[in-house]
């Protein structure tokens, strides 16, 4: 396994409970322990990618430990470059049956790589033409002069 391979699946880690962590938590221990801030968990639960927790007595929000695991999702997804609306698709539908929309899950993933792919052929074409800008500015003849130079930097842009 390369190194980048192990930094991707470390990446897309899930942090599952064990008997002795799996409880329901207040905000600011889900906080804590999914390193993303109380302020955007409450964002996340508005926006109806969190499940809504259950409010104590006092309004406190108390947090299944299934939310550690799907803030984690989220996180995972929006450093692939996932947007809130595609993340939707990716999230369980059920959280209590664990029950996920497979089909529209994989045609977002699909999706996504196919985005990832045109964009890397863009870059692929912008790297070479910034290649052939830098070739022309460095090679320019000492006979020319820079305006002129900068015709045969336009005709490269244009390209």
């Known amino acids: ?41 409450r964002f996340y639960e508005a ?40 993340i939707r698709t990716l999230l369980p539908t059920n959280l209590e049956t664990g029950t996920w929309a497979r089909d529209k899950m994989l045609d977002t993933l699909r999706c996504k790589i196919s985005g990832i792919e045109a964009l890397q052929q863009q870059l692929e074409k912008n790297k070479a033409q910034l290649l052939a800008i830098v070739d022309v500015v460095e090679n320019r003849p000492n006979d020319m002069t820079c305006l002129a130079n900068m015709g045969r930097v336009v005709t490269i842009l244009r390209g």
Do not use: D, W
């Open 1 to 41: 396994m390369t190194a980048s391979n192990a930094r991707v699946k470390a990446r897309f880690r899930v942090k599952f409970c064990t008997p002795m962590r799996c409880h329901n938590m207040m905000i600011g221990e889900l906080a804590a322990r999914s390193g993303v801030s109380p302020s955007c968990i």
């Open 47 to 86: 926006n109806g990618l969190l499940p809504g927790a259950h409010r104590r007595a006092n309004g406190y929000r108390e947090f299944k430990p299934q939310s550690l695991q799907i803030l984690e999702i989220i996180r995972c997804a929006q450093q692939a470059g996932f947007t809130l609306e595609e």
